[in-house]
C-alpha cells in the first residue's frame, strides 16, 4: 500500500547532539513538508520542498535543516541550535503545490515523538 | 501572512447528536483553498473535507458538511449524528493560490469529545 514512513516513532536525545528523522514516500508526490506539533500551538510549518534537490523554509525553520536527494525521501535533521527541540514531527507530502485543490491535500506520515533529555 | 483561528480549543457533544466547529481566517485574497483535518488519539492525520473558494456550494461528505461564508471569512465544520470515532483533535487549513505556491497554515485545533 502507497504511504508515508516516519521513523523513529520515538527518540530520545541529549543536549548537543543532532537528531535526523527519517521520512519515505512511495505516493510518487513530487512536494514534500515537515511539521512541528506542540499542545496549544497547532502545525507549524519547518520546510517543505516541491522537487528534487530544492527546499524552502516554513515558519519556524531555525535550527533545522533538511535535504531532497531523492524525490521519496526527505529526511529533516534536528540540530544542536534548535533551542527546545522536544515536540511531536510530521511529515507529508501532496501531489503538488498550486494545482487543484486535491493535488494540495496533504498524506501525512504517523510522526515521531523527540524528547530531548 | 494569513492567519487561521479556532475559537473553541474544546468542546463535546453527545453521541448521535450534531456539533459545529468553528473556523475563521484573514486573508486578502480571492483565490484559495480550505481544508478540515482530524487527529484522532492514534495522532495520525486525516483529511475530513476540503472547499475551493471559488464555489458558492458548501461542501460536503456523510455526515461531515460545511458552512463557507467568503464575506465573513468563515469555515465552520459540522458533524451529525456525532459516533464515538469522531472524538479528536480537529484543524481547520488555509491554503493561498495568489501569492505562489504556498503550503497550508494550520489553526491550533479543537479537541472534540463524543460521549457516550
Known amino acids: 500500500d502507497g504511504g508515508i514512513t516516519q521513523s523513529p516513532k520515538y527518540l530520545f536525545r541529549k543536549e548537543g547532539q543532532n537528531v535526523t528523522l527519517s521520512c519515505e514516500q512511495n505516493l510518487n508526490h513530487d512536494a514534500m513538508y515537515w511539521y512541528r506539533q506542540d499542545p496549544g500551538q497547532g502545525l507549524r510549518l519547518i520546510y517543505y520542498?516541491?522537487?528534487?534537490?530544492?527546499?524552502q523554509k516554513g515558519d519556524i525553520a531555525e535550527g533545522y535543516s533538511v535535504s531532497r536527494e531523492k524525490k521519496e525521501s526527505f529526511p529533516l535533521t534536528v540540530t544542536s541550535a534548535q533551542k527546545n527541540p522536544t515536540a511531536f514531527y510530521l511529515c507529508a507530502s501532496s501531489i503538488g503545490l498550486g494545482r487543484d485543490s486535491g493535488a494540495n491535500v496533504l498524506t501525512f506520515g504517523a510522526g515521531s515523538r523527540l524528547t530531548v533529555l | 501572512a494569513q492567519t487561521v483561528t479556532q475559537s473553541q480549543p474544546e468542546m463535546s457533544v453527545q453521541e448521535a447528536e450534531t456539533v459545529t466547529l468553528s473556523c475563521t481566517y484573514d486573508?486578502?485574497?480571492?483565490?484559495?483553498?480550505l481544508f478540515w483535518y482530524k487527529q484522532p488519539p492514534s495522532r495520525q492525520m486525516i483529511l475530513v473535507i476540503r472547499q475551493e473558494a471559488y464555489k458558492q456550494q458548501n461542501a460536503t461528505e456523510n455526515r461531515f458538511s460545511v458552512n463557507f461564508q467568503k464575506a465573513a471569512k468563515s469555515f465552520s465544520l459540522k458533524i451529525s449524528d456525532s459516533q464515538l470515532g469522531d472524538t479528536a483533535m480537529y484543524f481547520c487549513?488555509?491554503?493561498?493560490?495568489?501569492?505562489?505556491?504556498?503550503?497550508?497554515?494550520f489553526g491550533k485545533g479543537t479537541r472534540l469529545s463524543v460521549i457516550a
Open positions: 520542498s516541491q522537487i528534487v534537490n530544492d527546499f
Open positions: 486573508t486578502s485574497e480571492s483565490n484559495y483553498y
Open positions: 487549513a488555509f491554503m493561498n493560490l495568489n501569492s505562489g505556491n504556498t503550503p497550508l497554515v
